[in-house]
């Protein structure tokens, strides 16, 4: 049987430039992950860490490949939900890339496809991911798009 | 009639907007509205349970049709689709697709989850 994986792709109109910074600036982040910050530098063999907003660490894990503005992976193991941890790493591979409806025809976009798949078994870590990615990944293009994210929050 | 219960779910994608219900159903539904993001192709559909769906170029010619299975406006639209006029895609049978608007999504007063997905039978 095949492991379980997530895929998603989705077009943005913007440039591969911004939307590597998106992928890779805290503050750009918190805005469109709901909060969550993240720590590390972008380089590869450097610790990574996707944080609540009260400082708990969600996540943690290590850049395995930084290749602006292309591609980006990520080692990441799920830190808060012991049945998640239990299942280990994954891999995350996030790839930037222009791209036309068919050559010549409809214009260009770019083009993010998110690729997260585990190291070793397990089907509840990739269960949870197909959950929250198209959330994150909706709030990303919306935001790119229109300057807001797609789940707004209500004015107090 | 078309045998639902044989058809298996096969992808299903889904994206969240911030937009009503009735806001996205127009842009399922409407031919005017649907030349603008589907690569100047208008859908035509008659909006009844049984009615015809037509997926038409540019230039009017027919790219996909089928027949309306479900019809729940701004819920629900649910259609067999035929490729036509594809040479790659000429002896497929049928699929189903299915749109799901939901709204409010969970966690978002103002944004619809949106969920598209396609079932075969083969």
């Known amino acids: 049987m095949n492991k379980p994986k997530f895929v998603y792709v989705t077009y943005i109109r913007t440039t591969p430039e911004k939307l590597w910074a998106a992928l890779t600036n805290p503050q750009t982040i918190k805005k469109y992950w709901f909060g969550m910050t993240v720590e590390t530098d972008f380089k590869v063999g450097s610790p990574w860490r996707l944080k609540f907003e009260d400082g708990r660490a969600a996540d943690t894990g290590e850049i395995l490949e930084s290749d602006p503005p292309r591609q980006l992976v990520i080692r990441w193991r799920n830190e808060f939900k012991p049945e998640l941890k239990a299942e280990g790493y994954s891999r995350c591979t996030m790839a930037i890339e222009m791209a036309d409806y068919y050559p010549d025809v409809g214009g260009k976009a770019v083009k993010l496809t998110v690729m997260h798949e585990l190291e070793g078994e397990g089907a509840k870590f990739i269960e949870a991911v197909s959950g929250g990615w198209p959330k994150v990944l909706s709030n990303l293009k919306s935001l790119l798009e229109t300057g807001d994210v797609a789940f707004r929050v209500e004015a107090a | ?122």
């Not at chain 2, 019809?71 to 035929?82: A, D, E, K, N, Y």
């Not at chain 2, 006029?85 to 000429?90: A, I, L, R, V, Y």
């Open chain 2, 1 to 122: 009639m078309v045998e639902i219960a044989k058809f298996k779910p096969n992808t299903v994608y889904v994206t969240y907007i911030a937009a009503t219900p009735e806001q996205v159903w127009q842009a399922l539904t409407d031919p005017a509205f649907t030349r603008q993001y589907i690569f100047g192709f208008a859908l035509e559909i008659e909006p009844r349970v049984g009615g015809a769906f037509k997926l038409l170029t540019a230039d009017g010619s027919t790219h996909v049709k089928g027949e309306v299975l479900d019809l729940s406006p701004p819920r629900r639209l649910s259609c067999t689709w035929g490729v036509k006029g594809m040479q790659d895609f000429g002896e497929l049978p049928d699929c189903v697709v299915t749109y799901r608007v939901d709204f409010p999504a969970p966690g978002a007063s103002k944004a619809c989850r949106i969920s598209a997905s396609c079932r075969i039978a083969w």
